[in-house]
């Protein structure tokens, strides 16, 4: 009788225990309505990327305001266009992933869809970075990039752009087929016009991306002083762009590199707080804290999102002239967007940190939203530490598919021979 009290009480007390961590959400959760400032981030930093902590820590001159609060909500699940998930579900399995000679890797009998539903070693990082790259992205998306530029004086430079991704390969819409008849070899093509202020206007670049990874991609621009086009060094990636410290490999969130050129590695998994559902707040600049633009509460909350931790370094003949020495990235585990970044000097000193945020929208009429560079809504912010340069871009008045109009035209807004036709 005596033991049957004892292990009632034993189990009473087990049950409050779990009672009490699922009220404080246990030590792999944050209770949504916490707020995060610089006087208690030290208790959530497991929780934070390596960027976010070193802006809390306040070693270096761009850090955290004072001001900032990080409000935490509840996560919310994103679902994956169908279409997308049916070309996984026939392609996956045929997907290989082979190494080249330089330590790359190339995969084998991509088709569309995610390649690696489960990342598996050997390689596993390698095949998350891979998995990020064909991420879902419709045939074509148009926002305005509504930039912020400030200088280590805190002078501010505005500056808008009209930005347009065209996918010709690996698709995944309804009644298209994975490879447009015009792709030609292309996977996708990257175009920015900019149209203020006045003396950036009619500047424009366009980027091709092939559907062999191995191809070096090319990049044009559009001098209107000379109304001509021309096509830049392959260097040129890693050169700043019309005054931002954004560099061609930091477009679409983060990463717009050639993943063969890079050895990943996987560092881990973690739970890392990110902005993943914005609300309409957020095309406002008001509501971001200056001068490293932290997003206010009143643009939504913070979710704790399930992340692959991967590092990239560049390997092959370039390696030792690259951008970066190393970069890191926390990959979502649902939708496979990047939701931080970290960039390192060539002596693997933090140099970039990038923080970004989205709002899903709609890609079909069934109401399905999805998540990523290519066709969403948010906000991308580039702190650099070292130079101390801030370049934050908020993509607005986003345009899918159907919607996206002329932007749709592929010979004028994405292909090198469409920067012809500006100021025509």
Request: proline share 7%.
């Amino acid at each position: 009788m005596v033991r049957m009290i004892e292990r009632s009480l034993l189990c009473g007390f087990l049950a409050l225990c779990v009672l009490a961590g699922a009220a404080s959400g246990g030590e792999d959760a944050i209770p949504p309505g916490t707020r995060i400032t610089n006087k208690n981030w030290k208790q959530y930093q497991q929780f934070m990327s390596t960027g976010m902590q070193a802006l809390f820590s306040g070693k270096y001159s761009w850090k955290m305001p004072d001001d900032a609060v990080i409000e935490v909500g509840s996560t919310i699940p994103i679902p994956l266009p169908k279409a997308y998930l049916k070309d996984t579900a026939a392609n996956s399995a045929s997907v290989g992933l082979k190494e080249i000679a330089d330590g790359g890797t190339l995969p084998e009998n991509y088709v569309a869809g995610i390649p690696f539903p489960v990342p598996t070693e050997p390689d596993a990082g390698a095949k998350v970075l891979w998995n990020l790259y064909y991420r879902y992205n419709p045939k074509v998306m148009r926002c305005l990039l509504d930039s912020r530029i400030v200088d280590r004086y805190l002078n501010v430079t505005t500056q808008k752009a009209d930005y347009v991704i065209s996918k010709l390969a690996h698709l995944s819409e309804p009644d298209m087929p994975h490879a447009l008849p015009e792709s030609h070899g292309i996977y996708m093509t990257d175009y920015w016009e900019f149209i203020a202020p006045e003396h950036k206007k009619y500047l424009a670049q366009d980027s091709v991306v092939y559907d062999d990874p191995l191809r070096i991609n090319e990049i044009y621009s559009f001098v209107p002083a000379t109304r001509k086009s021309l096509r830049l060094s392959s260097a040129a990636r890693c050169a700043p762009g019309a005054g931002s410290d954004f560099t061609s490999e930091d477009l679409r969130f983060g990463f717009y590199g050639q993943p063969p050129l890079f050895k990943v590695n996987l560092e881990g998994e973690k739970k890392i707080l990110a902005m993943v559902h914005l609300n309409a707040e957020y095309s406002n600049w008001d509501n971001y804290v200056p001068p490293i633009f932290i997003p206010k509460p009143s643009v939504g909350s913070w979710e704790l999102r399930d992340v692959y931790v991967i590092s990239l370094k560049r390997v092959g003949p370039d390696a030792g002239s690259y951008c970066y020495g190393k970069r890191v990235m926390y990959v979502d585990k649902e939708t496979w967007a990047p939701l931080a970044v970290e960039s390192y000097d060539r002596s693997l000193e933090l140099w970039k940190v990038h923080l970004i945020g989205y709002r899903p929208i709609p890609i079909f009429d069934d109401g399905e939203v999805i998540i990523g560079a290519g066709a969403a809504a948010g906000f991308h912010q580039l702190i650099n530490l070292r130079d101390q340069h801030v370049s934050g871009s908020v993509l607005v008045d986003v345009l899918v598919n159907a919607s996206a109009g002329k932007y749709g035209n592929v010979r004028r807004y994405g292909l090198p021979g469409g920067l012809q036709q500006i100021m025509q």
